[in-house]
C-alpha cells in the first residue's frame, strides 16, 4: 500500500511552485507544466517511446545549459562586459537506454557530463576566463554536484 503522500490531490498539481507531470493510455507520452508552461516528454522510439519530445534526461541536462548560459549572461550583464551571446552545449556521457533497462536492479544516472562552451561578443581573454570560472558557479549544476533527495511530500 502507497502512504498517502505518494498520491498528490487533486489540486496539488495547481500549486503554485509544484512542477507536475502527467502520463496515462499506456504511452510514454507525459505532458509537464512548469510555471504555467506546458511541454511534452517523451522517449526516442528505439525503446518504444513515440519520439514526441526531449527525454526527461534531455531536460535533465539542457537545465544544467540554460543555466549555465543565464549565470554567464548575468555576471557579464553586471559587468558591462559585452557578451553577445553565450552558447552552452552539453552531452551526457552514459547510455540513457541501459539507464532504463537497469533502473529496477542498479542504481543508474549520468556520471558525467562533457560542456563546449562558445562565446560571441569582442570580450578580452580575461573577461573569456572570469566567465567560463562563474560558468561553473550555475546553482543546477552545483544543486546536482552536491547531491539532492527526493521526498514525499505531506498532502
Known amino acids: 500500500m502507497s502512504s498517502p503522500a505518494a498520491v498528490p490531490s487533486a489540486s496539488s498539481a495547481d500549486r503554485p ?11 510514454f507520452r507525459t505532458s509537464l507544466t512548469a510555471s504555467g508552461h506546458a511541454l511534452v516528454l517523451d522517449e526516442p522510439p528505439n525503446v518504444g517511446g513515440g519520439g514526441l519530445g526531449p527525454t526527461p534526461y534531455d531536460l535533465l541536462v539542457g537545465s544544467i545549459a540554460a543555466c549555465t548560459a543565464m549565470t554567464m549572461r548575468m555576471y557579464a550583464a553586471r559587468k558591462g562586459w559585452p557578451l553577445e551571446e553565450a552558447v552552452v552545449s552539453l552531452r551526457e556521457a552514459p547510455s540513457h537506454a541501459a539507464d532504463c533497462e537497469r533502473s529496477e536492479t542498479e542504481e543508474v544516472g549520468v556520471r558525467r557530463i562533457e ?38 511530500a505531506a498532502p
Open 115 to 152: 560542456r563546449h562552451v562558445e562565446m560571441r561578443g569582442p570580450l578580452t581573454d580575461e573577461q573569456r576566463a572570469r566567465i567560463l570560472a562563474v560558468a561553473d558557479r550555475c546553482p543546477v549544476k552545483q544543486t546536482l554536484e552536491r547531491g539532492l533527495r527526493v521526498v514525499d
Open 17 to 27: 511552485g509544484w512542477v507536475t507531470a502527467r502520463t496515462g493510455g499506456g504511452s
